[in-house]
């Protein structure tokens, strides 16, 4: 991706040459994120173009720089399955890491497919082949999640487990979810299995509803266009004219902030991750949709190690809710080629498929 608005180009790179400590792996996976289509678009300050997108991956092990122990002290072996953190490069020196505790905002921290130009080397997931770098915290894969498992969930689950986390859901009560894109799909999910008595789905596209609906959530649209905020008052219906104990948005549409906070009760809990990127502004009255509510409004930056390794916890059991048949695999809608890729952003932007991912070397799980 050379540029914002830039057509994408395939490239070849030379054969890296590994320091002690970095992993090269080959490529089995990576995703088409909704984060990709914001960087295509340039609405996220500060990335070094060009760069190679793709921050979630999947890989064999081809290479190894000396002895390399992953984040449990297990040696890596050429041949193993792996993934890794693609935030990489925290500090924990500066005070975000050390009295904040928010490692996700440490001035220093970098990412994978987002913030690594392309003259850096292979540190995106669209490629054959990516450079763990020596600090990169790296996961093998058990026996029990197979690559496509592990990618069905990719960047999505992690968020969602923060955001899921930021939301402190509590059993028994009634959660919304804004979109039902693979962040809001496993924000519901985990909701369910924390103990939500009910959870809504709001998004406008059917083939995603249907898929929310096949996890067991409960699914709204709104498609009457004369009437954009009925959503807003089937959940008010709902729920006795309060509101949801927590609403999670995941849409990324800056109209949904003052929806959510209009669906979300007195008292309640308004979870804000889909505002990875900027894409605008919309107009809050502090009175009434903060003061008065005395709504807890919080965002979500990012993840770390905690959730990347909570979700193959989770993947490890094949349904993704108790009771319901459908499994993390039913996530990915499409496999792409490199040569496909334009086609796959095009297709997450539009929102005709849930997940996609690409297959750089033509994987078959």
């Known amino acids: 991706m050379r540029g914002a608005k830039e057509p994408l180009r395939i490239e070849e790179f030379p054969e890296p040459a590994l320091q002690n400590g970095e992993i090269l792996i080959s490529t089995i996976y990576s995703e088409i994120c909704g984060t990709d289509v914001h960087l ?6 500060g990335v070094p173009y060009p760069i190679i997108p793709g921050h979630v991956s999947v890989g064999s092990v081809e ?10 002290g297990a040696t890596i072996s050429v041949g193993d399955i792996v993934t890794f953190l693609d935030v990489h490069n925290t500090c924990n020196h500066c005070w975000y890491c050390l009295v904040a505790k928010a490692s996700t905002k440490c001035p220093e921290r970098k990412v994978y497919g987002i913030t690594h130009s392309s ?3 292979l540190l995106g997931g669209w490629s054959e082949k990516i450079v763990l770098r020596a600090d990169v915290k790296t996961i093998r894969l058990p026996k ?12 999505a689950m992690p968020t969602a487990l923060h955001a899921a986390e930021r939301a402190a859901v509590r059993i028994g009560e009634t959660v919304v979810v804004q979109g039902a894109g693979p962040v809001g799909l496993c924000a519901g999910i985990l909701a369910k299995r924390a103990g939500a008595q009910r959870v809504f789905i709001v998004d406008k596209s059917e083939t995603r509803l ?20 009925s959503h807003v008052t089937t959940i008010l219906h709902a729920t006795h004219g309060r509101g949801a104990d927590a609403v999670i948005e995941a849409t990324g549409v800056p109209a949904a902030v003052k929806e959510g906070i209009a669906m979300t009760r007195d008292g309640g809990r308004y979870i804000i991750v889909g505002h990875y990127t900027d894409t605008g502004e919309v107009a809050i009255n502090p009175h009434w949709d903060i003061n008065r509510k005395h709504l807890d409004i919080r ?8 959730h990347f390794h909570y979700m193959i916890e989770v993947l490890k059991q094949p349904e993704a809710v108790p009771g319901f048949d459908a499994s993390w695999e039913h996530l990915v809608s499409h496999v792409y080629s490199l040569d ?6 095009r297709d997450v932007e539009l929102g005709r498929v849930v997940k996609a991912v690409i297959s750089p070397n033509g994987y078959q799980d």
């Open 299 to 306: 965002g979500t930056w990012g993840c770390d190690f905690s």
């Open 63 to 72: 290479r190894i720089g000396g002895t390399v122990r992953d984040v449990y």
């Open 340 to 345: 496909d890729i334009a086609t796959g952003l």
């Open 40 to 45: 295509q678009h340039g609405r996220l300050s």
């Open 119 to 121: 003259k850096e080397g």
């Open 144 to 155: 029990e999640v197979t690559p496509l498992r592990f990618i069905a969930a990719g960047c």
């Open 210 to 229: 249907a898929m929310a609906q096949r996890f067991g959530l409960e699914a709204i649209v709104a498609t009457d266009a004369s009437h954009p905020d």
